[in-house]
């Protein structure tokens, strides 16, 4: 069965205290590998996707990178208000739109 | 510029009642998905529907969930008998149907639903 991993599963950091969040997966032939951001009680909040190796994209302090078998979400110079928690989700070829999520990374950046 | 809608934002049920959740996709998605997010668990697929069609329903449980995307209106996922397992957060997702930003969805903010 394909995997999503995601890790930490926590990351406490000082506002400024730049870090990456991993995710690794197992399919092959990805289709698609999205990150969302969720706020405790909301509903997923889309940043990106990344379809091929070697592909970056970047958003305010995110920047989000791919390989065959992992992205990475670097988080640069955080605020306070980053903190919440950093889901990765990848979609297999042979699936008709179904997104397979890992556990997610909880931030909490402190002032 | 609404996102994705869902109501109602919470529902409480007793056991053995029925649950019926909304979802109005974002103007000019047609594509509607569901997801589940149990209490310390993450988000699971269920069911992914285009107007008037289940496309993929391998996430689904077998029995007392159904859902549906009519032509009018919006997708409804029903719970027939719900018991205290259900408890659980629902999002519904929605796409394009075009080939650009085709995979890219977008979330509500979910149904919180309490079987007590």
């Known amino acids: 069965e394909d995997q999503v991993t995601q890790s930490p599963e926590a990351l406490r950091l000082q506002e400024g205290e730049s870090s990456s969040l991993n995710c690794s997966y197992t399919?092959?032939?990805?289709?698609?590998l999205f990150w969302y951001r969720q706020d405790p009680g909301k509903g997923p909040e889309f940043l990106f996707t990344?379809?091929?190796a070697g592909e970056e994209k970047e958003k305010e302090r995110l920047k989000a990178t791919l390989t065959k078998k992992e992205s990475f979400l670097h988080i640069t110079a955080p605020k306070p208000e980053d903190s919440a928690t950093y889901l990765c989700?990848?979609?297999?070829?042979?699936?008709?739109?179904?997104?397979?999520f890992g556990a997610g990374t909880q931030v909490v950046v402190t002032p | 510029n609404a996102g994705v809608m869902q109501n109602p934002r919470h529902l409480v049920r007793r056991r053995g009642q029925e649950a019926r959740l909304r979802c109005s996709p974002m103007?000019?998605?047609?594509?509607v998905y569901w997801y589940r997010q149990l209490p310390e668990e993450g988000l699971k697929f269920m069911v992914y529907l285009q107007k008037e069609n289940i496309i993929d329903e391998s996430g689904m449980p077998k029995e007392r969930f159904s859902a549906e995307f009519p032509k009018e209106g919006p997708s409804i996922l029903r719970i027939q008998q719900v018991v205290r397992g259900d408890s659980a957060a629902y999002f519904c997702a929605s796409s394009t149907g075009g080939t650009q930003g085709y995979n890219e969805q977008f979330f509500g903010p979910g149904t919180r639903l309490t079987v007590l």
């Open positions: 103007k000019g998605h047609s594509h």
């Open positions: 989700a990848v979609q297999a070829p042979y699936s008709w739109g179904k997104l397979q």
């Open positions: 399919v092959s032939g990805l289709r698609g």
């Open positions: 990344l379809y091929s």
